[in-house]
């Protein structure tokens, strides 16, 4: 089955700094790679997802980046801000098969 | 919409007690999640339906587990009997139909068994 490793666990950044997660997957079928935003006491939350046929996305200050050969896919969030805190996950899956595995997640803190 | 509702939000219950958990899928929406996160496991999937079959239970630890989801709009999981182990957040989850994968997450219920 797939396997989804996420790095860092911590990642403390200033306020208006870059900071960067990074995920390798290991089934190259997998085709679908969603990261989630989750908050003290509440769901993951859909924050931007990318498509095996694209190499990079963006929105806004967020954006992702997908190396197939490789197998890996990275989040970027550019002028990051307090609200930014949170725990992220990154996750794969083959479309076909739906269901999603997860990294273990990264605590992000942005120091104002 | 309201989202995808979960009940209770808080469970505290004994070793050996029966424990369920309930979800409401958003409406029209084709696949329902089950998950469970912990410190120690992060977030795994437990079973997932569609139109209401179970598709995958891979996930499920063991017998005490069980899922159900008798109509479009309702899901229960349920723990019998439950152990301390069995202490996480369960969260449910729902997509629409195929071609469109975001998975929108419920609240999560957070279970506590002593």
């Known amino acids: 089955g797939e396997n989804v490793e996420q790095h860092p666990s911590t990642l403390s950044v200033q306020e208006g700094d870059s900071a960067v997660i990074k995920c390798t997957y290991s089934?190259?079928?997998?085709?679908?790679f969603p990261w989630y935003k989750q908050e003290l006491g509440k769901g993951p939350q859909l924050i931007i997802d990318?498509?095996?046929?694209?190499g990079e996305k963006k929105d806004q200050r967020i954006a992702v980046t997908l190396n197939k050969t490789a197998k890996h896919f990275s989040l970027h969030i550019t002028e990051t801000q307090p609200e930014d805190s949170a725990v992220y996950f990154c996750?794969?899956?083959?479309?076909?098969?739906?269901?999603?595995?997860f990294g273990s997640g990264t605590r992000l803190q942005v120091q104002p | 919409d309201a989202g995808v509702i979960q009940s209770p939000r808080h469970e505290v219950t004994e070793m050996g007690q029966e424990v369920t958990l309930r979800c409401k899928p958003i409406?029209?929406?084709?696949?329902l999640f089950w998950y469970r996160q912990t410190m120690m496991r992060g977030l795994e999937l437990l079973i997932y339906?569609?139109?209401?079959?179970?598709?995958?239970d891979s996930g499920m630890p063991e017998d005490r587990f069980s899922a159900k989801m008798p109509n479009a709009s309702f899901s229960t999981l349920k723990i019998q009997p439950s152990e301390p182990r069995d202490s996480a957040v369960y969260f449910c989850?729902?997509?629409?139909?195929?071609?469109?994968?975001?998975?929108?997450f419920g609240p999560g219920t957070r279970l506590l068994v002593l």
């Open positions: 989850a729902s997509t629409p139909r195929q071609g469109q994968e975001t998975q929108y």
């Open positions: 089934d190259s079928a997998s085709n679908y």
């Open positions: 990318i498509r095996s046929n694209v």
């Open positions: 996750a794969a899956t083959d479309t076909g098969r739906r269901a999603l595995t």
């Open positions: 409406s029209g929406h084709d696949y």
């Open positions: 339906f569609n139109n209401n079959v179970p598709i995958d």
